[in-house]
């Protein structure tokens, strides 16, 4: 077998054990494993989402940021790019100051635009809204994710609350 042929063997190799992990809830090798894939083939879409997604869950925000600022222009209808974008940009949500909060709501509005029905994304913007004080945009989010998914207790809860105190 060639070089490439084994570079290649390898990479497929460690994303596949990289995102096993991230699925399993083991991020700390989630990001070894995907790392190493993402070196070996830093082009590959999936493995930069996924190794974006595990720095996100292990509060590695602006390492998140760094691989998923090129990818979006590179991949800019893949709604995953830009729902991971988003995280990445909010960070801690009770750290997050206005410019963080305004990226990672252009950021998922944007993978809404490509994927109405993308899955928490709308909650997420309502999450924001709401911490911002905005209860009038935080229940018209809250709302659009009930249309994604209307057994979402949580939003749910969430409108009932922000409309009780008006």
Excluded: C
Aim: charged residues 25%.
């Amino acid at each position: 077998m060639d070089e490439a042929a084994q570079s290649q063997k390898r990479f497929k190799a460690l994303f596949r054990r990289g995102t096993d992990m991230l699925h399993k809830g083991q991020t700390d090798r989630a990001v070894q494993l995907l790392e190493r894939a993402h070196q070996i083939n830093p082009e590959h879409v999936d493995t930069a989402v996924n190794l974006s997604g595990a720095y996100i869950l292990a509060k590695q925000f602006k390492k998140a940021v760094e691989i998923l600022s090129p990818l979006s222009e590179r991949e800019p209808d893949h709604p995953m790019v830009w729902t991971n974008l988003g995280a990445a940009h909010l960070g801690n949500p009770i750290l997050a100051r206005n410019e963080e909060q305004q990226q990672a709501i252009a950021a998922f509005k944007r993978a809404l635009a490509i994927h109405p029905a993308a899955p928490n994304v709308a909650y997420n913007i309502g999450l924001i809204y709401r911490d911002r004080s905005e209860h009038e945009a935080a229940v018209y989010w809250l709302k659009e994710a009930l249309k994604a998914n209307p057994n979402d207790k949580d939003a749910r809860r969430l409108i009932e609350k922000l409309t009780a105190n008006n």
